[in-house]
């Protein structure tokens, strides 16, 4: 139903940044909602921060003030500003598209927090 298409993941110092891109293979806006979930080893599959296609967004509670979901239609790109990382963001991060009820994954990308 749709690709997506992750990118930006990597290894930076803990307090530091990074910007994850999700490039979808459809219009954004025609997809219920769009958002990123994160993984680390040995953990279940959480979700960080969604965007309805309406604009409404939700954020988990441990990345509240640090994380920001954004879109750009133009682009049918969905972005995760992370700032004031810390080593416990460290996991493999996946975009996430609902359409008719269905979930869609990308491959996942990963982020590593370390010093």
């Known amino acids: 139903q749709v690709q997506l298409v992750e990118s930006g993941g990597g290894l930076v110092q803990p307090g530091g940044s990074l910007r994850l891109s999700c490039a979808a293979s459809?219009?954004?806006?025609?997809?219920?909602?769009m958002g990123w979930y994160r993984q680390a080893p040995g953990k279940l599959r959480d979700m960080v921060a969604i965007?309805?296609?309406?604009?409404?967004?939700n954020y988990a509670n441990s990345v509240k003030d640090r994380f920001t979901i954004s879109r750009d239609g133009a682009k049918n790109t969905v972005y995760l500003q992370m700032n004031s990382l810390k080593p416990e963001d460290t996991a493999v991060y996946y975009c996430?598209?609902?359409?008719?009820?269905?979930?869609?994954w990308g491959q996942g990308t990963q982020v590593t927090v370390s010093s």
């Open positions: 996430n598209a609902i359409i008719n009820g269905q979930y869609n």
């Open positions: 459809r219009s954004i806006f025609s997809i219920s909602a």
């Open positions: 965007i309805t296609n309406n604009g409404p967004t």
